[in-house]
């Protein structure tokens, strides 16, 4: 929520968040008793949404899921799913689509497209806009060297000298010896906390971090607490009586305790208050682990991230995150963080030994991206 001048809600923000609900209240209400009548009147339309599996099996979905399916997306699907053609840049073209029944939507060629202002992509640099004037031709060459796919996890024979020079690029940039890339934005968090983190160790995350940290936390086996969003003084609060307390039942030490945070919270557009943060997690000997999807590229005066902005050393954060689906106009992710760290995490987690290792072109158009912030 939006906070006003005195600190109290932003009234616009109140009404949009009252006027949903009541949207919401409203559907609920009025699907719930079109049901009703129609179980009622044993309409077999509503055979489906009463009978949700065969004769001995159990549901796939439950109840409310099917309920919210028919009666709540099926009436706005069509704000969604959209497929588009083009370059996913500033405007964008999107593919026209009917339905016959009102549920299934069928798009028509490509030739028939609306011209939309896009406010759904990453774009936050412009690259999706100017890519053939800045990046085409240089990307370009690996198709020349390479092939389109690395065809193999980094671990087995997925790595060539794109992925090592981009790793490179990423340690310097960021301020960091060394640096690990991986495939996907999303399966760094989720494949990494579960090689760093364990039984007996413990995960501080922020609130509000993205789904990526809190399933990568959840699978990792450790005791996870989560302390009010942006609040140091919370963050303390948690660390001291963790600290004090210990492990659950045999109250023996934590293993390791680390602090998990996002350099800017992309559904409130806040950056993280990461001095502060950063020196709670000192004070009680915590590693910290930032994530800085949406912060890598955009913020500071150089486009560094959140340490940066926030005037943080880097050496003070044990392991930086990133992805390059944002700033870059790329995808997959990194972790940059000290040599010896990095070497061992490589051959630990399943995002280096089982995925396939991140396409050439896209190292290419990243390197790219990174020489054009960096004024090269």
């Known amino acids: 929520m939006g906070k006003g001048e005195h600190g109290g809600e932003n009234p616009i923000t109140l009404f949009s968040a009252i006027t949903t609900y009541i949207g919401y209240a409203t559907l609920i209400v009025f699907g719930r008793l079109r049901d009703f009548v129609g179980q009622l009147l044993g309409s077999s339309r509503y055979k489906s949404a009463f ?56 798009a028509k060629d490509s ?114 607490r989560v302390f009010r969003h942006n609040s140091a003084k919370n963050l303390e609060k948690i660390l001291r009586e963790a600290i004090v307390d210990g492990q659950p039942r045999t109250h023996r030490p934590w293993k390791k305790i680390l602090v998990m945070v996002e350099g800017v919270y992309s559904m409130e557009g806040e950056i993280c208050d990461l001095k502060r943060i950063v020196e709670v997690a000192k004070k009680y000997k915590c590693y910290v682990y930032v994530d800085e999807a949406h912060s890598i590229g955009a913020v500071g005066a150089t486009g560094r991230g959140v340490c940066q902005h926030c005037g943080v050393d880097p050496d003070d954060v044990d392991i930086l995150m990133g992805t390059f689906t944002k700033s ?33 072109i896209i190292c290419k158009q990243i390197i790219r991206a990174f020489d054009i912030i960096d004024g090269r």
Not at 72 to 93: K, L, S, V, W
Request: hydrophobic share 35%; charged share 20%.
């Open 51 to 106: 009978e949700a599996s065969k004769d001995g099996y159990a549901p796939f979905s439950f109840s409310f899921e099917n309920f919210y399916t028919r009666r709540m997306y099926h009436r706005i699907q069509d704000c969604f799913n959209r497929p588009y053609t083009g370059p996913p840049g500033a405007e964008i073209r999107v593919v026209e689509r009917e339905t016959k029944d009102g549920v299934v939507y069928e």
């Open 111 to 224: 030739s028939h497209n609306n011209k939309c202002l896009n406010l759904g992509s990453y774009n936050y640099l412009g690259f999706a806009d100017d890519w053939n004037s800045t990046c085409k031709d240089f990307v370009f060459e690996a198709f020349d060297e390479y092939s389109v796919s690395a065809l193999s996890p980094r671990l087995d024979c997925g790595t060539n000298a794109l992925h090592k020079h981009l790793e490179e690029t990423v340690a310097e940039f960021v301020g960091k010896e060394a640096a690990f890339v991986f495939n996907m934005g999303y399966g760094t968090n989720s494949t990494v906390i579960p090689a760093l983190m364990g039984a007996g160790s413990l995960v501080v995350s922020d609130s509000l971090n993205h789904a990526s940290i809190v399933n990568g936390s959840r699978a990792s086996g450790a005791v996870i």
């Open 328 to 360: 870059f106009g790329g995808m997959g992710g990194y972790i940059a963080s000290s040599r010896d760290f990095v070497e061992q995490l490589k051959r630990q987690t399943s995002g280096a030994m089982f995925s396939t290792a991140m396409s050439p």
